[in-house]
Each structure stands twice: as C-alpha cells, then as structure tokens.
C-alpha cells in the first residue's frame, strides 16, 4: 500500500472513530498526524507543526472569546427578546426571527451549534405556547445558523477564507456568504411555505406574543389550527427568564459586535485579534461578567479544525494532496468530479463534523481546481455549502441539539419527532449538493 493511500485511509478512519466513539476530531487528527508524518514519510516534529494555522487559530479563539462574553452578560438573550417583541401578535413570523436571530449570532462569531443551543430552547417554547410544529421551529433554527454562518467575522466563514489563502486558491468572501445565505433562505421559505398552507402555523395569536414565554411542552399537535393553549410551567422546554434590561455592558457589547463586523468588512483588519481586543476591553472595564468567559471559548471546535489543518499539512508535505487531486481529476469529466466531491462532503457531515469535512475536501480539492476545469470559487462555495446545510440531520451536532430540545418537549412524540427530522435531513441530503452544483459549479463561477 502506497503512503498516499494509507494517508487517506487514516483520515476515513479518523471520521469513523470521531462519529462512533464520541473522541475529538481535531485529537485524533493530532495523533495521526504525529503517526502517519513520522512513520510513513519520515517527517520531523517541526515539519509536523508547519501544517499547523496559528493564524486561524487567534480567529476561533477570539470570535468564540468575544461571543462567551456576550452570552455571560446577556447580550445574546436581549437580541432574542428585543426581535421577538418586534412581531407583536404575528405569530406566523416568530419561526422567521428565530431564523434571523441564530443567522445573526453566527455571523458576527458564534459557533454554529453555540448559536442552536441558545436559540432553540427559546424557540421551541415559542412553538408550544402558540401551536406552531416544533419542526418547523427546529428546521428554521439550524438553517438560520447556516444562513449566517459563512460570514467573513464567522467561524466558518473564517475557517473557509483561511484555507483558500493557504491554499493560493482564487478566494471571494461575499460569494461564499452570499451563496449560503441564499441556499438556506430559499430552503427555509421552501419548507414553511409548505407547513404554513397545512396548517402548522398560525396566522396570529389569540393574544400578543410575550417577551417571555412559558415553560412548557412544545407539543403542537400537527391537527392544531389556531394558537395552542399555553403549556403548564415546570415541563418540557424550561421557561426563558424575563428580557434583560438594555444596560451600559450589554450596550457596550453590542457596540463592540458593530465594531467587529465594521472593522472586519470595511477596514479590512483582522477579525480574530480584532475581536480578542475587544473582548479584553470588555474584560477590563466588567471583569465580573467576563471572569469565566476563557473557560467558555470553545475550545473543542477550536482543537478539531487545528487538529484536521494539521493533519492535512501533513497530507500536503507526502503529496498526497496532488495525488488524490489528480486520481479525482482522472475521473475524466470535471463535473462530474465536482458533483461527487459535494455528495461526500454532505454524506460525511450528515453523520460528523462540517467544519472537519470542510478543513479535509478543499485542500484535496486543490490540484482538481488548479486544472482550471472548474470555477474554484464556485467550487468552494458548493463544498461549504453541501457540507453545512445538512446540519439538520439528527445525527449532527445542531440536529441533535433540536432533537434534545424537541423529545423534552413532546415526550409522547419523540420516535416521531426523530423520524421526521431524519427524513427532513436524508432529503436535504440527497436534493441540495445537486442543487449548489447546479447553481455554483455548473456555470463555471471563479
């Protein structure tokens, strides 16, 4: 067996170890790199280490770092409230704000699962207060995340942009935002269109939406045509507290998410020190409401995108890159190619993690778009998209946060929760990478 082979062959490995034994992507990409640079190309720890991003690095580290201050001082749950309070009794647009708002928190640098797991409590007991299907609550919430999630002050729109200039490939963060936003917005329409005309969400309220709801079961009979009978408190979605005031360090706060995003889109500085500076300001003047925030950075994302960049250095050191770009290459027809490489970036991540299949496909991407045959930002664009909107899948980090949230819900449905919501992701799975090729790749983008 070739070292290229056995190199490919550890990092499938890597993917099925990771989903199986619940162990850290990113540890286990450390370890192989250690194991497969040293034994089967003689590599040296320094050369190991060359593979390694520091500069993406201080990007997760300080987004995720600014992002846990806000959480802590209660900024991100006055952004929930304060859009909720906006519909009035339109119920039917509560899904759209949860929508929004989780676009929002992954844009300006949450975590994607960080922004669900925030999110989809409040949202789920919206569902149950106004009869709205906590499906349609729970598919809203993951798309929404993704919709944002490609932002050049986001951790995947961060992780992507970074790989692209390390890899001297032909780069455009507004394509790769826009072609996410765009692809989950559609989807999202898409699905409630579909539920608004069976029923599933009510029109108004019988009275105006709350600032607050009431803990309680997200239980909404799917027969239901008109807003549910609030839920008892003390079961099922514990109740979100009252809506924090909009003090001096919640106002600072969100001062500083303009600031990032401003500096980031107009004045071109860098996003992960820019938001480590703001953030250590934040420290500085409220030292109370930041003193566990280092703590809540989150480091096992941060551990598994360094640990598969790693890793893949390593790839590229062996060549194995070239060799596995030229073996897709040799397939003959490049669009052909480019559909297959979506279908396993989306089959992968439906069980694993996106950010992982991302850090792994566009590197071995690399010589099959240096040919020219097809558009590497396209290309790109198509990857990252057909590996994160899958995310709904139950098996996925953000699909199971819904599951979680949803079974705590509706205990008398959650067999049935959980088969619509692997049906949802298994067709997400088989409709859209062909989708995001046909919109992306096929008429030769970059």
Same mark, same amino acid.
């Given at each position: 067996?070739?070292?290229?082979?056995?190199?490919?062959?550890?990092?499938?490995?890597?993917?099925?170890?990771?989903?199986?034994? /619940?162990?850290?992507?990113?540890?286990?990409?450390?370890?192989? @790199?250690? =194991?497969?640079?040293?034994?089967? @190309?003689?590599?040296?720890?320094?050369?190991?280490?060359?593979?390694?991003? *520091?500069?993406?690095?201080?990007?997760?580290?300080?987004?995720?770092?600014?992002?846990?201050?806000?959480?802590?001082?209660?900024?991100?749950?006055?952004?929930?409230?304060?859009?909720?309070?906006?519909?009035?009794?339109?119920?039917?647009?509560?899904?759209?704000?949860?929508?929004?708002?989780? @676009?929002?928190?992954?844009?300006?640098?949450?975590?994607?699962?960080?922004?669900?797991?925030?999110?989809?409590?409040?949202?789920?007991?919206? =569902?149950?207060?106004?009869?709205?299907?906590?499906?349609?609550?729970?598919?809203?919430?993951?798309?929404?995340?993704?919709?944002?999630?490609?932002?050049?002050?986001?951790?995947?729109?961060?992780?992507?942009?970074?790989?692209?200039?390390?890899?001297?490939?032909? *780069?455009?963060?507004?394509m790769l935002f826009l072609a996410s936003l765009v692809v989950n917005t559609v989807i999202a329409g898409i699905v409630y269109a579909v539920l608004m005309r069976r029923g599933r969400v009510p029109a108004r309220a019988a009275q105006p939406v709350a600032a607050t709801v009431g803990g309680g079961s997200a239980d909404a009979p799917e027969e239901a045509e008109g807003p549910a009978e609030p839920a008892a408190a003390g079961s099922g979605v514990p109740a979100p507290g009252p809506a924090p005031r909009l003090d001096v360090p919640i106002a600072a706060t969100l001062t500083g998410l303009v600031a990032l995003v401003a500096g980031a889109l107009l004045f071109d500085l860098d996003v992960g020190l820019t938001a480590i500076?703001?953030?250590?300001?934040?420290?500085?003047?409220?030292? =109370?409401?930041?003193?566990?925030?280092?703590?809540?950075? /989150?480091?096992?994302?941060?551990?598994?995108?360094?640990?598969?960049?790693?890793?893949? *250095?390593?790839?590229?050191?062996?060549?194995?890159?070239?060799?596995?770009?030229?073996?897709? /290459?040799?397939?003959?027809?490049?669009?052909?190619?480019?559909?297959?490489?979506?279908?396993? *970036?989306?089959?992968?991540?439906?069980?694993?993690?996106?950010?992982?299949?991302?850090?792994?496909?566009?590197?071995?991407?690399?010589?099959?778009?240096?040919?020219?045959?097809?558009?590497?930002?396209?290309?790109? @664009?198509?990857?990252?998209?057909?590996?994160?909107?899958?995310?709904?899948?139950?098996?996925?980090?953000?699909?199971?946060?819904?599951?979680?949230?949803?079974?705590?819900?509706?205990?008398?449905?959650?067999?049935?929760?959980?088969?619509?919501?692997?049906?949802?992701?298994?067709?997400?799975?088989?409709?859209?990478?062909?989708?995001?090729?046909?919109?992306?790749?096929?008429?030769?983008?970059?």
């Amino acid at each position: 067996m070739s070292a290229e082979l056995l190199s490919i062959l550890v990092l499938a490995v890597i993917f099925v170890i990771a989903t199986t034994r /619940s162990v850290n992507m990113g540890a286990l990409a450390f370890a192989a @790199a250690f =194991a497969v640079g040293g034994l089967a @190309a003689d590599l040296d720890a320094d050369a190991v280490f060359a593979g390694f991003p *520091g500069d993406l690095f201080v990007v997760l580290a300080g987004v995720t770092y600014l992002f846990a201050i806000a959480r802590a001082n209660g900024t991100t749950e006055w952004l929930v409230h304060a859009s909720v309070r906006l519909v009035g009794g339109r119920v039917g647009l509560i899904p759209w704000v949860m929508f929004a708002v989780t @676009a929002a928190l992954t844009a300006i640098g949450a975590v994607s699962p960080g922004a669900v797991a925030i999110v989809a409590p409040l949202a789920l007991g919206f =569902a149950a207060q106004y009869g709205i299907s906590p499906l349609l609550m729970g598919i809203m919430v993951v798309h929404g995340a993704q919709a944002g999630g490609f932002s050049p002050t986001s951790v995947y729109g961060s992780t992507v942009n970074s790989i692209v200039d390390r890899e001297h490939l032909p *780069g455009n963060e507004g394509m790769l935002f826009l072609a996410s936003l765009v692809v989950n917005t559609v989807i999202a329409g898409i699905v409630y269109a579909v539920l608004m005309r069976r029923g599933r969400v009510p029109a108004r309220a019988a009275q105006p939406v709350a600032a607050t709801v009431g803990g309680g079961s997200a239980d909404a009979p799917e027969e239901a045509e008109g807003p549910a009978e609030p839920a008892a408190a003390g079961s099922g979605v514990p109740a979100p507290g009252p809506a924090p005031r909009l003090d001096v360090p919640i106002a600072a706060t969100l001062t500083g998410l303009v600031a990032l995003v401003a500096g980031a889109l107009l004045f071109d500085l860098d996003v992960g020190l820019t938001a480590i500076t703001i953030a250590v300001v934040l420290s500085i003047v409220w030292p =109370a409401t930041s003193r566990t925030a280092v703590a809540e950075i /989150s480091w096992s994302t941060v551990f598994l995108i360094c640990g598969v960049l790693t890793y893949v *250095g390593v790839l590229d050191e062996m060549g194995t890159i070239k060799w596995a770009g030229e073996a897709v /290459s040799d397939i003959g027809v490049p669009l052909l190619a480019a559909l297959l490489l979506c279908y396993i *970036g989306a089959i992968v991540s439906a069980f694993a993690s996106s950010v992982g299949i991302m850090g792994a496909l566009i590197p071995l991407a690399v010589p099959f778009l240096a040919a020219g045959e097809v558009g590497a930002v396209g290309m790109v @664009a198509a990857l990252a998209v057909s590996a994160t909107v899958v995310d709904v899948s139950p098996f996925s980090t953000n699909g199971a946060l819904v599951l979680a949230n949803a079974e705590h819900a509706q205990d008398a449905d959650r067999e049935r929760f959980f088969r619509q919501l692997m049906v949802y992701g298994a067709g997400v799975v088989v409709v859209a990478p062909a989708l995001v090729w046909l919109a992306f790749v096929v008429p030769g983008l970059g």
